[in-house]
């Protein structure tokens, strides 16, 4: 038996006991009344807030994880938000931060798996260093919150896991690649994970935001060293991407709003794509690979016996 099945075991057999009695009161109020309670990383800014503000505002329940929750103390103190301060690269960090939430609220209904960050540079610009950082917190962070928050969901036979990618989860422009490779790599556990899950009744949504108006552009971590040859190709999407007006990039507000419709949907989409620019990239990255199923399909058929 894996170690967080172990854990979980020990802890739901013993969380009456370990809980204080306010924090039972609590659980059980929350139970009744049938309240959400959204699990969301990467909360201290951008989408992750947005998502916190909304669901507070709607009279839903947060917890809310950032590496700093601090940022988020203009919105007020409410017997319905937990600030977690947690690394999302640190596995016992995110299981302590489940461990807290079943305790105080009994219950998760939607995980946000929305920690991450983004990374520019060439493929060839990039060091080891900087690729393996990236893949620990947008893969390796995601995967540690759902093994952390699958045993409460299964529990439950219910829930609502939102994972954070982009339409580079689809597709690339260079300069992009290491963000595109996590993106990537999200999107194909989760598609695997939505077939895992269903039968438990529990449900999936990849989230495609375009681009949006939030700090992300702002904190991209970037390659130590360039290389003339990349001016025309990478040097000029990140000059481009700088020019861009302000109208080009979409209202966080309303990327959240899309979000929880989502959420609140009976037939939730497998992805949901936010943003017409984002959503017109991918469909020409779908139609280009169509294309080439289709030229090239007389050599593909070769290969069968």
């Known amino acids: 038996m894996s170690p967080y099945l172990i854990r979980w075991q020990l802890y739901l057999d013993s969380s009456l006991i370990c809980c204080d009695l306010t924090d039972y009161a609590h659980n059980m109020t929350i139970s009744a009344n049938t309240v959400p309670v959204w699990f969301i990383t990467g909360a201290s800014s951008g989408i992750g807030r947005e998502l916190v503000r909304q669901a507070l505002e709607a009279g839903e329940v947060v917890v809310a ?75 390796f962070g995601v995967l540690n919150v759902l093994r952390a928050t699958l045993p409460v969901l299964r529990g439950q036979r219910s829930g609502h896991i939102l994972q954070g990618s982009s339409y580079y989860g689809q597709t690339a422009d260079p300069g992009v690649g290491l963000l595109a490779a996590t993106k990537y790599a999200v999107e194909g556990l989760s598609d695997a994970l939505v077939a895992e899950v269903a039968p438990l009744g529990i449900r999936v949504t990849l989230v495609q935001p375009g681009l949006t108006a939030t700090p992300f552009l702002g904190n991209l971590d970037a390659a130590a060293t360039t290389h003339v040859d990349y001016d025309q190709t990478v040097r000029a999407v990140q000059q481009a991407i700088q020019a861009l007006p302000t109208s080009a990039f979409s209202d966080v507000d309303r990327v959240v709003a899309g979000i929880r419709a989502a959420v609140a949907s009976d037939n939730p989409p497998r992805r949901l794509a936010l943003g017409v620019a984002g959503a017109d990239n991918m469909r020409a990255a779908l139609a280009a690979r169509i294309v080439d199923l289709d030229e090239w399909a007389p050599v593909t058929n070769t290969v069968d016996a």
């Open 65 to 139: 994880l950032a590496r700093d929750t601090s940022p988020l103390g203009d919105l007020g103190e409410s017997d319905r938000l937990l600030t977690i301060d947690a690394d999302v690269r640190d596995e016992t960090a995110v299981l302590n931060a489940v461990e807290r939430t079943v305790a105080r609220f009994g219950r998760i209904d939607v995980v946000a798996n929305n920690a991450g960050y983004g990374l520019f540079g060439a493929v060839e610009e990039v060091d080891d260093a900087r690729a393996r950082a990236i893949f620990d917190t947008n893969v």
